[in-house]
């Protein structure tokens, strides 16, 4: 009677075992589901059908090829999982194709495919070999990245240097800049006169967008400025911090030989350049340059040192879409202190 009394009594425990692994499977929780069929098989002294079922199943949810040459527990999980997998499908293949069985054979087939290495010794020959690809690849983009901010850190327009001051810029660059030169305060900056930034052009010249000083024109004749010299310069504390020119200017009068559409294409072409070179996509927690966009503006931007921005301006009259302009300007800006 005692012997029959202990028998029931581990039944009866090693059932409760069972449901609290099933309960544990069905919330997700597949590292308990495993525990407890642990728990299960050993109050039971054995291994069962289901037991093992559970047992592949989770290992199967835990397991994760991703991370198998990273970490050392996915290397044993899978060891595991294929011998658990393997044992089920030629304990129970006499018994009939049902779910479980279809299941676990698709994962033990999944497994072959994978053809993971078994042995610790070609694991670790493997990752080692993996962790120093890494490494030079982490290496490689470092330099890249570096390479990048140098590019980003030594554009201008046509090499101009910043920094110098406004007088020495006028004897070396008198066609840009002439002794007799409008000079203008804009809105880019406030507070001391040491802050204040100032648009410095010919007076010969003037501009459509008067407060962001976009779109030139001859001031004695109306007529927009078509080439692509440089037409403005900025002054900072009495020293040259950014320029502006127009990359193209493009209208139905003639000036351009493109269509309205090949123009808008010319500007696309020129954004995609500059993101190249400064590797800026919008994305602001990988890129090398911030990289900001709005409406006919892009930039890239690094905190109080530098900005370069191209600006578009197109134009369709509703009246008549055969009028129409396009152009694309770029403003190099350095805060230089």
């Known amino acids: 009677m005692i012997t029959s009394a202990t028998i029931f009594s581990q039944n009866a425990i090693a059932e409760l075992k069972f449901e609290e692994a099933e309960t544990a499977f069905n919330n997700g929780n597949y590292e308990l589901t495993i525990q407890k069929t642990d728990e299960f098989e050993k109050v039971l002294g054995g291994i069962t059908d289901k037991s093992l079922y ?3 199943a989770s290992q199967n949810k835990l397991f994760n090829p991703a991370n198998f040459y990273t970490d050392e527990k996915q290397f044993t999980l899978y060891n595991s999982l294929t011998e658990n997998a393997e044992k089920y499908v030629n304990a129970t293949a006499n018994n009939g194709l049902d ?32 962790e120093k690809e890494e490494l030079a690849r982490q290496r490689a983009k470092l330099e890249q990245i570096e390479q990048y901010k140098k590019t980003f850190e030594e554009f201008t327009i046509d ?21 007799n030169y409008k000079m203008s305060k804009t809105k880019w900056a406030a507070g001391t006169d040491e802050d204040l930034i100032y648009a410095c052009h010919s007076k010969s010249i003037a501009f459509e967008n008067k407060e962001n000083f976009l779109l030139p024109y001859n001031s004695s004749t109306g007529a927009p400025i078509y080439d692509t010299t440089i037409h403005l ?6 020293r040259i911090v950014g320029f502006q020119k127009t990359i193209f200017y493009f209208n139905s009068k003639g000036q351009g030989n493109l269509t309205y559409s090949e123009a808008i294409s010319e500007t696309n072409k020129y954004v995609e350049k500059f993101k190249a070179e400064f590797q800026s996509y919008g994305n602001k927690a990988t890129d090398v340059i911030p990289y900001y966009s709005s409406q006919n503006q892009w930039s890239w931007i690094t905190a109080d040192k ?30 230089y202190k």
């Open 306 to 335: 530098k900005g370069v921005h191209l600006y578009s301006d197109n134009y369709v009259d509703e009246k008549n879409p055969k009028r129409w302009k396009s152009s694309l300007t770029l403003r190099v800006f350095k805060d």
């Open 159 to 179: 090499d101009l240097p910043f920094g110098q001051t406004i007088e020495e810029f006028q004897k070396q660059h008198p066609d840009i800049l002439a002794e």
């Open 54 to 56: 559970l047992r592949v």
């Open 99 to 130: 779910d479980k069985f279809k299941e676990i054979y698709a994962i033990g087939e999944n497994l072959k495919k994978l053809n993971l290495p078994k042995e610790k010794t070609i694991w670790i020959k493997e990752k080692q070999r993996i």
């Open 233 to 238: 310069v900025l002054v900072k504390n009495g």
